[in-house]
Nanobody, 120 residues
Framework: QVQLVESGGGLVQAGGSLRLSCAASGRTLGNIMGWFRRAPGKEREFVASIRWNGGNTDYADSVKGRFTISRDNAKNTVYLQMNSLKPEDTAVYSC??????????????WGQGTQVTVSS
């Protein structure tokens, strides 16, 4: 069984930065690792994803140029560096792991999430 545990969330002012971490246990990181978020009253939305070699990344238009996803396979951890944060980035951020070769990815495991709150 794979466990994904996120950390690094918190309260930050608009324009600030946070770095989220997602540590995997029970198995290596998935071929594709993704970050998603769910804001109050809204559906979960895709934020970013990264393939196993770190060379292929994908971002939602709303975070391009501000967020950076990365992974350290040796540490079994994936990161989300979030800069220039906006109040509309407020959400619970969760990571997910996809192990099978589907496109678009089918995520097999999900973390519980970490709260990010951006004040104006």
């Amino acid at each position: 069984q794979v466990q994904l545990v996120e950390s690094g969330g918190g309260l930050v002012q608009a324009g600030g930065s946070l770095r989220l971490s997602c540590a995997a246990s029970g198995r290596t990181l998935g071929n594709i690792m993704g970050w998603f978020r769910r804001a109050p009253g809204k559906e979960r939305e895709f934020v970013a994803s990264i393939r196993w070699n770190g060379g292929n990344t994908d971002y939602a238009d709303s975070v391009k140029g501000r967020f950076t996803i990365s992974r350290d396979n040796a540490k079994n951890t994936v990161y989300l560096q979030m800069n220039s944060l906006k109040p509309e980035d407020t959400a619970v951020y969760s990571c997910a792991a996809a192990y099978r070769a589907y496109y678009p990815p089918k995520y097999d495991y999900w973390g519980q999430g970490t709260q990010v709150t951006v004040s104006s």
